[in-house]
């Protein structure tokens, strides 16, 4: 939310503006009072809270906020009766962004014992991660809280972007698969407040203004609880000690805890400065409201994230060198300012001067501000990953930015991260409870998530240096060995690991590899709006232009699914094999990859997607997804036949592990809901063994776009997806190899 909700009436049916406060009760009115007065609902108190540092001549823009119902143990009117916190629990949380909020979240619905702590007094007001990528969606609607989140914004459906005034591309923005097509708008404030309310429905809260003091590991056979925490509130003063068997370390990317590990933070300062501001904007701008980028030749790019409420996320490039564009504007209002050194400090950097340099990036458009500033923030870019992400005892982990930062482009951000929490979180959960090797199954966190940080570099970096300009090498992080052998303890700082000497920012002013000022193209600097070469012609500009769009094309076409979370495969481990390139495959699809979630019906009433049926319980089930085709021919119903023996089995798989508190096993079928009952005997004493355990869905519709036909399934022999609790699939094998299901299991439960 851009602002404070603004009050409103529902009286003829639908939203109305309306005057005063008509959420708070009034007591005094007729019939306001009980016999008992105490026992009347009483409004929470709520107060508004500034949102931006810095203003514009518009005004000051606020939020409302609840504190009875958000600030956690800050709650002015004390803690929930209902909060009983342990000292000692199984996972101690350290940070309350996104990615520890999304680890509690699954944590609570596993059962498993928690606190969180974070030494902010409140939820973020505002700004910050602006947009969530489908695949974040799917994961958190196995919590029950997609809808909440993905209708509190506008959903990105175009895209434009313009170069030296000129359109390259107004478009499509690509979709997916998925049933949220596309990249959502909402702000990370309000993403954490979902989490905090969605924490409360499981009696927990957050410990604010609260910081891990001191830890230690004491892994001994006979602890149960080797974190020994102590923990401190920074307000009271006050100390308490928490023992743990895990922690994990979500303190944003100056951790603590990671620094505590001497843990190298891998990669390069950028030199690259944003000024964002969230504001109504006045423009003459084409697609001003359309998600998009700006770029000048001379002076940079800006990006533009459409908000909710009409609000616009302008993202300027700023130029802070001595020789720059908003230098030699400060020079021309106050003389003295290059006397005193010329150099910009940049929290003196107004919201009129980044408005003044997006004016020369939009040229020859205008853009004025229309309202108060919701937001303000100078951003500088760093891309780094950590070397780990978990300790070598795996009792300590790393989620979100505390294990990697990269450029805003993308939204990766907030995303990543929470697909960071969704990945340790039901690992930690079966550890926690005894149901795994620890040592086994916890490293499998950094191998799958690091190599997917690294990927997000790779790819936000290469759309950074094409915005802006800039011809800085991204960083190789993928090889650790590698990075041992250059720099055994890493740099933290402006260093270069990963890049060649002189890659990195050397000297702090703004510029960037060998750039001059942050600009141009290829190395080419520029004075005074002049190129160092001739002044480009209209072969010239024509010729850039269609080196644009080849590069667009070929960037969206390499990385279009990615960009929205969906093309992000997993590599080879104890919990996703790799198959003999000669035997026949069971599906098509690949194991380590995304499940993917077509349509199916449930009954004669009611339909929806395979996901519908993947919440996530009261542990982290896996999903046993076997395709039954039409239940006809002699080896489908064979090989059923096999995989319904198996559950009745005290020695199969499904019992031996925990049976339904561990597996949800569905079986798609290509029959009517209707055609169950009136099945051949032998078909229907197959479906009555098969039911005893197993929900069965009915896989209806067309054939060129069945669930049958997009996972690959053979329909004379049947299929068996394993997705694992974080929507992947483990892997996958025909309906009667449940020996080698069995063996998947083994290597990694108890």
Not at 383 to 410: F, I, P, Q, T
Request: glycine residues 10%.
């Amino acid at each position: 939310m851009a602002f404070a909700i603004p009050p409103s009436t529902f009286e003829n049916g639908f939203k109305q503006p309306s005057t005063g406060r008509p959420w708070e009760f009034d007591h005094t009115q007729e019939g306001g009072f009980d016999d008992d007065d105490s026992l009347v609902y009483a409004t929470p108190p709520s107060k508004e809270i500034v949102t931006s540092d810095m203003h514009n001549d518009l005004g000051v823009n606020v939020i409302r906020t609840w504190p009875t119902i958000y600030d956690g143990t800050n709650n002015p009117h004390g803690v929930p009766s209902w909060w009983a916190p342990s000292e000692q629990v199984d996972v101690l949380i350290v940070g309350a962004g996104p990615s520890g909020l999304a680890v509690a979240a699954s944590l609570a619905r596993q059962g498993v014992s928690f606190r969180i702590i974070d030494k902010s007094d409140g939820p973020l007001a505002a700004g910050r991660a602006d947009g969530v990528q489908p695949r974040f969606l799917e994961t958190i609607a196995t919590l029950g809280l997609s809808t909440e989140i993905a209708e509190e914004g506008p959903l990105i459906e175009r895209t434009a972007i313009y170069k030296d005034g000129e359109k390259l591309v107004f478009n499509r923005s690509h979709q997916s698969d998925s049933r949220y097509r596309g990249l959502h708008i909402i702000t990370q404030g309000q993403v954490e407040r979902i989490y905090i309310r969605d924490l409360a429905r499981h009696k927990s809260i957050v410990e604010r203004s609260t910081v891990l003091s001191e830890y230690t590991v004491r892994n001994e056979s006979s602890n149960p609880y080797p974190i020994q925490a102590t923990l401190k509130n920074e307000h009271t003063d006050k100390t308490q000690n928490v023992q743990a068997k895990f922690l994990v370390g979500s303190d944003g990317a100056a951790s603590m805890i990671r620094k505590g590990l001497n843990i190298p933070f891998d990669g390069v300062s950028t030199g690259i400065y944003w000024g964002i501001m969230d504001c109504l904007y006045i423009t003459d701008y084409p697609h001003a409201w359309v998600f998009g980028s700006v770029i000048s030749s001379k002076h940079g790019g800006c990006v533009i994230i459409p908000r909710e409420d009409g609000y616009i996320r302008l993202y300027t490039q700023l130029d802070l060198s001595m020789t720059g564009t908003l230098a030699a504007s400060r020079q021309a209002k106050d003389p003295s300012f290059n006397e005193a050194g010329g150099k910009i400090d940049i929290h003196s950097i107004t919201p009129e001067e980044i408005l003044e340099q997006a004016n020369r990036i939009f040229s020859p458009y205008k853009v004025e501000f229309g309202a108060p500033l919701s937001w303000f923030a100078i951003w500088k870019i760093s891309e780094r990953v950590a070397r780990a992400y978990s300790s070598r005892d795996n009792r300590v982990h790393l989620v979100g930015d505390a294990a990697h930062v990269h450029s805003v482009m993308g939204a990766f951000g907030l995303n990543a991260s929470i697909i960071d929490g969704a990945n340790l979180a039901w690992k930690l959960g079966l550890a926690a409870k005894g149901k795994a090797k620890t040592d086994v199954l916890l490293p499998t966190y950094n191998s799958e998530r690091r190599q997917h940080a690294v990927r997000i570099i790779e790819v936000s970096g290469t759309y950074l240096r094409f915005v802006c300009g800039s011809d800085l090498h991204v960083p190789d992080l993928r090889n650790v060995e590698a990075l041992n052998e250059k720099a055994p303890n890493g740099v933290n700082g402006n260093g270069t690991n990963g890049t060649k000497d002189g890659d990195a920012v050397a000297n702090g002013d703004g510029s960037n590899g060998n750039l001059t000022n942050g600009q141009g193209k290829n190395g080419e600097s520029y004075k005074n709006g002049i190129s160092d070469g001739d002044v480009a012609s209209e072969k010239s500009k024509e010729t850039d232009k269609q080196a644009s769009l080849e590069f667009l094309a070929n960037f969206f076409k390499s990385n279009g699914q990615f960009l929205l979370g969906l093309d992000c495969p997993y590599g080879s481990s104890v919990i996703r094999p790799d198959f003999a390139e000669s035997a026949p495959r069971p599906l098509s699809v690949k194991p380590g990859v995304r499940a993917p979630n077509p349509r199916v019906c449930f009954s004669a009433g009611d339909t929806g997607y395979l996901y519908d049926k993947f919440k996530l319980g009261k542990a982290a089930r896996f999903h046993i997804v076997v395709f039954g085709s039409s239940l006809t021919g002699q080896q489908m119903q064979n090989n059923l036949r096999s995989f319904a023996d198996m559950l009745q089995a005290p020695t199969g798989f499904y019992r031996r592990f925990g049976g339904a508190e561990m597996f949800n096993i569905v079986l798609v079928t290509k029959l009517m809901p209707f055609e169950l009952e009136t099945l051949p005997p032998k078909a229907a004493e197959l479906v009555d063994l098969l039911r005893s355990e197993a929900e069965v869905l009915f896989d209806d519709r067309p054939p060129d776009e069945d669930a049958h036909t997009t996972f690959g399934v053979n329909h004379a022999k049947g299929g068996v997806a394993v997705i694992r609790p974080d929507l992947w699939v483990g892997t996958t094998a025909f309906p009667d190899e449940t020996d080698r299901i069995a063996d998947y299991f083994a290597g990694f439960l108890v």
